[in-house]
Nanobody
Framework: QVRLEESGGGLVEPGESLRLSCVASEKIFDFYNVAWYRRAPGKRRELVATLAFGGQTTYADSVRGRFTISTDRMQMLFLQMDSLKPDDTAVYYC????????????WGQGTQVTVAP
């Protein structure tokens, strides 16, 4: 069973940056599609960014140009978040899914990001 654990959340002011990290218990990211999701208070879970094992990335319209997803292709997944806005306030979750064996899907427990003056 692979475990994922996020870190790097916190309280920042609008316009500032944060870098979220997600560490896996095994070296999996070379064969997994990975993603970051978020859930804001009172809202549904939202897909923020994806990174396919082949290297392709996608971003939600609300974060494109401000957020960057990356991995070290081993155990670390990152989300660089720049120019943060109050609307980015949410709990952020990382997810990893094997590119072929889709039942191998794992989630982290989440890290809180709060953007406020």
């Amino acid at each position: 069973q692979v475990r994922l654990e996020e870190s790097g959340g916190g309280l920042v002011e609008p316009g500032e940056s944060l870098r979220l990290s997600c560490v896996a218990s095994e070296k999996i990211f070379d064969f997994y599609n990975v993603a970051w999701y978020r859930r804001a208070p009172g809202k549904r879970r939202e897909l923020v960014a994806t990174l396919a094992f082949g290297g392709q990335t996608t971003y939600a319209d609300s974060v494109r140009g401000r957020f960057t997803i990356s991995t070290d292709r081993m155990q670390m997944l990152f989300l660089q978040m720049d120019s943060l806005k109050p609307d980015d306030t949410a709990v952020y979750y990382c997810k990893a899914q094997h590119f072929d064996m889709l039942d191998r899907e794992y989630w982290g427990q989440g890290t809180q990001v709060t953007v406020a003056p």
